[in-house]
């Protein structure tokens, strides 16, 4: 089984891609072709994907039973003792700090106050 997941990608490869694979929804294809035609499919992909995004999962004979590859996405996957894990970037730490935070009121609530001094 092959799946296929294409973000902001030109029609017209998405319309190359139904040649061998049903689209099940928008960007979304899957199939059975043979790895030779898969591979090429992929190097396809790579080549017209412009600024898009790419995600290519198939069955293989590994524990997992799958693998995947990647084009332009921003998460990696990586072997991690035989098995593949996808590496997500850590956020900007610089951007985290610089952003404003709320500051806390200090001092009591209304609502405490209100229980304190038996008022409803």
Same mark, same amino acid.
């Given at each position: 089984?092959?799946?296929?997941?294409? !973000?902001?990608?030109?029609? @017209?490869?998405?319309?190359?891609?139904?040649?061998?694979?049903?689209?099940?929804?928008?960007?979304?294809?899957?199939?059975?072709?043979?790895?030779?035609?898969?591979?090429v499919?992929? *190097?396809?992909?790579?080549?017209?994907? @412009? #600024?898009?995004?790419?995600?290519? &999962?198939?069955? !293989? *004979? *590994?524990?997992?039973?799958?693998?995947?590859? !990647?084009?332009?996405?921003?998460? #990696?996957?990586?072997?991690?003792?035989?098995?593949?894990?996808i590496?997500?970037?850590a956020?900007?730490?610089?951007? &985290?700090?610089?952003?404003? #935070? &709320?500051? #806390?009121?200090?001092?009591?609530?209304?609502?405490?106050?209100?229980?304190?001094?038996?008022?409803?």
């Amino acid at each position: 089984m092959t799946v296929i997941v294409l !973000t902001n990608c030109p029609a @017209g490869l998405r319309g190359f891609l139904t040649r061998w694979l049903l689209e099940i929804s928008a960007g979304v294809f899957v199939g059975n072709p043979s790895a030779r035609i898969r591979d090429v499919l992929w *190097n396809e992909v790579q080549q017209y994907a @412009g #600024q898009g995004r790419a995600l290519l &999962a198939h069955t !293989t *004979n *590994n524990e997992q039973g799958y693998t995947f590859r !990647t084009h332009d996405h921003a998460w #990696q996957p990586i072997d991690h003792d035989g098995a593949t894990l996808i590496h997500r970037p850590a956020p900007d730490a610089r951007a &985290a700090a610089s952003a404003p #935070q &709320a500051e #806390q009121p200090s001092g009591w609530s209304r609502a405490s106050k209100r229980r304190r001094f038996g008022r409803r």
